[in-house]
């Protein structure tokens, strides 16, 4: 048996995927889990180059285990997400994500500039299609000490221009993706 986790993101500048590669480590450190990046269309053409291929229907459906990611856009997820997700109907109607373990992550420029909000922005559509939310608990030591990002509510990183993610930040969205790997797994064993 192996459990596929789709890590599902949309950035413009990196951020947001730094993200996602660590916890795909996570999911990956976890025998059996296999993790699959994929972003999501542009709305509007631009010069950005995508890293990964843009997720189809059929992956989110077969998926065991999500984990979204989007950059902080005025407190919000940004558009090409919402866009994506507002093309799900058929997947909603059949219940195909009902049960399915997530968890959400995102990337500010500033650390009281919408982390949290987005986060949230995020879980709604998760939730309306009736997926389990797991967020990062307190058992985790980074969470208490962390000077940048990381929350109960998600992974997140506080993105300055040159640097990478923090020590804390990549350990918690390792752990993230550790979390929702052992949890899809269990989910499926039964
Ligand atoms: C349209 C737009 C809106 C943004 N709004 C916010 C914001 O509300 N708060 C904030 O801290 N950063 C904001 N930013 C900055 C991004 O969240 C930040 O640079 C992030 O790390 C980019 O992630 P990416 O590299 O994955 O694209 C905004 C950026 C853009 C392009």
Not at 30 to 40: F, G, H, K, M, S
Not at 66 to 92: E, I, R
Not at 177 to 188: D, E, I, S, V
Request: charged letters at 15%; proline letters at 6%; hydrophobic letters at 35%.
């Amino acid at each position: 048996m192996s459990c596929q986790i789709v890590i599902l993101y949309y950035s413009r500048h990196g951020s947001t995927r730094a993200i996602a590669r660590q916890i795909a480590r996570g999911v990956e450190s976890i025998p059996q889990c296999e993790a699959i990046l994929r972003t999501v269309d542009e709305i509007e053409p631009t010069h950005t180059q995508a890293a990964d291929p843009s997720i189809t229907i059929s992956e989110l459906k077969q998926c065991d285990g999500l984990a979204m990611g989007s950059p902080v856009w005025f407190g919000n997820m940004a558009a090409p997400l919402k866009h994506f997700w507002d093309k799900t109907t058929q997947l909603w109607v059949a219940g195909d994500l009902i049960d399915k373990p997530a968890c959400v992550f995102t990337s500010s420029s500033s650390m009281h500039g919408g982390q949290e909000t987005t986060l949230q922005s995020m879980m709604l559509p998760l939730l309306h299609h009736g997926m389990m939310i797991l967020g990062i608990p307190y058992s985790e030591p980074k969470l208490h000490s962390t000077q940048s990002g990381g929350t109960p509510y998600g992974a997140t990183s506080v993105s300055t221009e040159h640097s990478p993610l923090s020590e804390d930040e990549i350990e918690l969205s390792q752990q993230l993706g550790k979390r929702l790997a052992q949890t899809a797994l269990k989910m499926k064993d039964h």
